[in-house]
């Protein structure tokens, strides 16, 4: 062809047939498009945990899968967020079970305080078949877990005063999640809880409207709690796993090779975020205290026996759920 004819307009038109024909074989016709929400900033474990999921999936499912996350909890609150990917209108998450308990029963075996000896004895009843026996429970409420990732320890934190008997919690209005296992809790330690928004603690320790909260370390420093709450005592009450789900209508849409992928990319990413979460709350931990947070030594025995009530009231509500309680405590 000579150079006269690319100027001719049909071969234009022609040329720009033959080029969108192949971006037309290059992209899938149907692309399925993946929300995903995250409460946490960028740079966090498990945001870089799920910026490498999402990365993996588009990539290796071809584009037939075009995932995106959303950081710093800008698709809403968690519950909101929960019942989003139930319905199906976000496609993918990272929760944690804390949250999950008013929806899926059976996960707030998890959130008994001092259930879990330490972290890899909540690894080792979440990778195994407890673990899969937990993720049937959020499949039956249209949440498919797919890997377990870490959040730590929860240690109780305030703006008032050291902590180290549960004496010293007397009258502090303390944050927590959403979930009344968390409220019997705290009141059973004598102090006034208030469940909100993680997204408001902020400003409430700021102006007084709370006195403290509870967390892990990494949570503790990149929400800037620790600029206001100066005492951090290591209670260490609640170890609770996360979970990476995916919503059932998307999951189920999906082709089985795909499914495959997913799962991997999951997997994957909580191998990941583990390593980064080892690292990151070790790093956390000697920041704050850097940056002129107070720890205060607990004497947990103390903390466990005024819990202890809390176990029995459970029971009494769901009989059902013992034997779920039991095999985590004798899995250990
Ligand atoms: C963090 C969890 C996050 C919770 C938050 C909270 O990773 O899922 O939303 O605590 O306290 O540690 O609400």
Redesign the pocket.
């Known amino acids: 062809m000579s150079i006269r004819s690319y100027l001719n307009p049909v071969h234009c038109l022609q040329a720009a047939a033959v080029v969108g024909v192949l971006a037309a074989m290059t992209t899938p016709a149907q692309a399925d498009n993946w929300r995903g929400w995250n409460?946490?900033p960028p740079g966090y474990p498990?945001s870089e945990a799920l910026d490498s999921f999402v990365k993996d999936v588009t990539e290796k499912t071809d584009g037939r899968v075009n995932a995106k996350i959303f950081h710093n909890g800008v698709l809403g609150d968690?519950p909101d967020a929960i019942e989003q990917t139930r319905s199906g209108a976000l496609n993918f998450a990272?929760?944690?079970m804390?949250?999950m308990g008013p929806i899926v029963p059976e996960t707030n075996v998890l959130s008994l305080p001092f259930l879990f000896k330490d972290i890899d004895a909540m690894h080792h009843v979440m990778d195994g078949e407890i673990g899969e026996r937990f993720a049937e429970a959020l499949e039956r409420k249209n949440l498919v877990a797919l890997s377990w990732f870490d959040?730590g320890s929860?240690s109780v934190y305030n703006t008032k005063r050291p902590i180290n008997e549960p004496e010293d919690m007397k009258g502090l209005k303390v944050r927590v999640?959403n979930n009344d296992l968390y409220v019997e809790m705290i009141d059973a330690l004598g102090g006034n809880a208030t469940p909100m928004?993680?997204g408001e603690?902020y400003q409430s320790l700021k102006t007084g409207v709370l006195d403290g909260?509870?967390?892990?370390f990494?949570?503790f420093e990149s929400s800037g709690h620790n600029e206001v709450a100066k005492y951090f005592s290591e209670t260490e009450h609640l170890i609770l796993p996360?979970c990476v789900c995916i919503a059932k209508a998307s999951w189920e849409k999906l082709s089985e090779e795909d499914q495959g992928i997913v799962r991997q990319a999951a997997l994957d990413a909580a191998t990941l975020q583990r390593k980064l979460w080892a690292e990151g709350s070790k790093k956390s931990r000697e920041e704050v205290i850097a940056a002129g947070v107070e720890i205060n030594e607990v004497d947990k025995p103390a903390f466990q026996t005024r819990m202890e009530p809390i176990y029995a009231a459970f029971i009494e509500q769901h009989p059902d759920l013992e034997p779920l309680l039991n095999d985590v405590r004798n899995a250990q």
């Not at 909260?213 to 892990?216: D, I, Q, R």
């Open positions: 409460v946490h498990n968690q990272n929760f944690n804390g949250p959040s929860r999640m928004a993680y603690v909260a509870e967390n892990n990494p949570s996360e």
